[in-house]
């Protein structure tokens, strides 16, 4: 027969502390089953035990209060299921991040790592379909997803054959807001398309580094890049361009992505001796 408990007792019986059960009540995540008008003493049910227990490993979970709110009032049990799978998938991907990072930080601190091979090329001006936004930073991800498959199902309608990339403004990397514009190279009579633009990209010279495998070193290539053409180089005005020569639309293991990433200079140095 469910029994009503003190506050006090519902938080040994559900390992919440009281300041918790307070704040819960305050919310309307979990209101006692009765409060004194006078004293204001909260007295829980036995009944109540089995949705504390939920909330906490929902907020073990990490779990946004919003979304546990859900999952714990709505009567619609496939709709409950959607919500935690959709949690715990972000969990996932949280901890496959984790994983990643923990990797490349072991890499950052084992010595004698190989230096990067630079390679300085002319790259003529070209027309391409191309997609401009404002992106931010954290966004990336999903925008170049979204953005590139767009381009590549367009490029599959029309039978264009070449290497996708983007270039990244100044302001992206300065703001962690800031213009991209994604292309996909096409003939210099190339009809238009709905969806894209026509964007003509100048030439120039480039020094041009690969990134070989998983993006979670991306920053490190970028690094070992932009060192040597600052070392060596004159820097040219202009965005910083990247050249998806094998990409994540194009195989799944990540050991095989390849990006070309290109710095503008002023022109190819000398080489030395």
């Known amino acids: 027969m469910a029994a009503l408990v003190t506050v006090g007792e519902f938080s040994r019986l559900t390992h919440l502390s009281v300041k918790t059960l307070h704040h ?4 309307g995540l979990l ?4 409060v004194d008008p006078s004293s204001g003493y909260r007295r829980y049910g036995t009944t109540q035990v089995d ?5 906490r490993r929902l907020r073990e979970l990490r779990m946004p209060l919003a ?3 859900e999952l714990v009032e709505t009567p619609d049990s496939a709709r409950r299921e959607e919500t935690l799978r959709a949690h715990l998938e972000r969990m996932e991907q949280e901890l496959a991040h984790t994983r990643d990072v923990v990797t490349s930080l072991r890499e950052m601190l084992t010595p004698g790592q190989p230096a990067l091979d630079v390679d300085y090329r002319f790259v003529p001006a070209f027309r391409a379909y191309g997609v401009r936004d404002q992106v931010e930073r954290e966004q990336i991800g999903p925008w170049c997803e979204r953005t590139f498959g767009r381009l590549g199902a367009i490029g599959a309608e029309y039978g264009i054959l070449a290497t996708p990339g983007a270039t990244y403004s100044d302001d992206f990397f300065t703001e962690d807001t800031g213009e ?3 292309f996909l190279p096409v003939a210099p009579d190339q009809v238009p398309a709905d969806g894209v633009e026509i964007v003509d990209l100048p030439g120039g010279f480039f020094a041009i580094g690969v990134h070989s495998g998983p993006l979670n070193d991306f920053d490190r290539t ?3 890049l932009g060192s040597h053409v600052a070392e060596h180089c004159q820097v040219a005005p202009g965005p910083i361009r990247e050249l998806y020569v094998v990409s994540p639309g194009d195989v799944d293991d990540p050991a095989a992505w390849r990006t070309e990433i290109c710095w503008p200079i002023q022109r ?3 080489p030395k001796g």
């Open 24 to 27: 819960y009540h305050e919310i």
């Open 31 to 34: 209101a006692p089953v009765s």
């Open 51 to 55: 949705t504390a227990l939920l909330i």
């Open 67 to 69: 979304e546990v709110r």
């Open 180 to 182: 991209v514009v994604a």
């Open 222 to 224: 970028y690094g070992a």
């Open 268 to 270: 190819i140095p000398a």
